[in-house]
């Protein structure tokens, strides 16, 4: 990072510094991506989107199948090379407005705000292909290939959801893919609710100054045949 001279202008070396520091604060060392600190935020924010607005969005949960087997054939620095190519692949197959983190070890997440189920769909499957397409060179004449799993759910509609919830029903279908053969994805579908701008002013009008009335909440049942657990709508 290139700074400023401290002694022609001391307030914007600091201001550099401290905007260095708040970037470093806020993203993985090894991907250059989002680390969870910095995605826990995103995923509170469109929480918010989601409750007041009833725009759909998409939290993908990421998992590279078998990486402790690559760790340990080939070290350490190749499970790098590979977590490197696995993060600017992932860059690639989404939109600048979503945001790709490394939440830790092999695990990636993703989320796609304003994602109608059709889109998230097609994104999820565009991920999983292409990083199975992948040729990883992890040494001169050495390539190695690898694949993910992929879980995801969509935020509820007109609900004051939790991080915790949504990320618990995104690991639940990740836990699936896992569990039915890996390489594969499931998706946890919320209905999509198309209401005119009219009937949503008399439906959530009166809200528009306070948090929306519904709130989301987990009972003790297990999981449906969704791998979601059931929901509650409180008013």
């Known amino acids: 990072m290139s700074l400023p001279s401290a002694v022609d202008s001391p307030e914007a070396y600091l201001q550099a510094v401290i905007d260095g520091l708040c970037e470093l604060s806020l993203r993985d060392p090894l991907t250059g991506l989002a680390n969870r600190r910095h995605f826990s935020g995103v995923l509170e924010r469109s929480i918010d989107v ?18 402790k087997k ?5 070290g350490h620095q190749a499970g790098d090379q590979v977590l490197q190519v696995i993060a600017k692949t992932l860059t ?5 407005m979503d945001t790709v983190a ?6 990636f997440s993703v989320m796609l705000p304003s994602c109608h189920t059709g889109y998230g769909k097609v994104v999820a499957e565009r991920i999983r292909a292409q990083i199975e397409n ?3 060179q ?18 509820p509609e007109w ?8 990320s618990e029903r995104a690991d639940l279908q990740l836990y699936r893919a896992k569990k039915e053969g890996r390489n594969r994805i499931f998706l946890d579908q919320q209905q999509e609710i198309y209401v005119s701008a009219e009937e949503k002013n008399l439906l959530f009008g009166h809200l528009s100054l306070g948090d929306p009335a519904w709130i989301e909440s987990v009972s003790n049942e297990p ?9 509650q709508r409180v008013f």
């Open 134 to 136: 992948l040729s990883i």
């Open 223 to 231: 999981p449906n045949n969704t791998g979601a657990g059931p929901m």
């Open 102 to 107: 490394r939440l830790g070890g092999e695990e």
């Open 50 to 67: 989601v409750a007041r607005s009833g725009e759909p969005a998409l939290l993908l949960m990421l998992d590279i199948d078998h990486f």
């Open 159 to 166: 609900v004051r959801s939790t991080g915790a919830l949504w």
């Open 138 to 155: 992890i040494a001169p004449g050495l390539s190695i290939k690898v694949t993910v799993s992929i879980g995801g759910a969509y935020a």
């Open 70 to 74: 690559v760790n340990d054939t080939y």
């Open 92 to 96: 690639g197959c989404v939109r600048p």
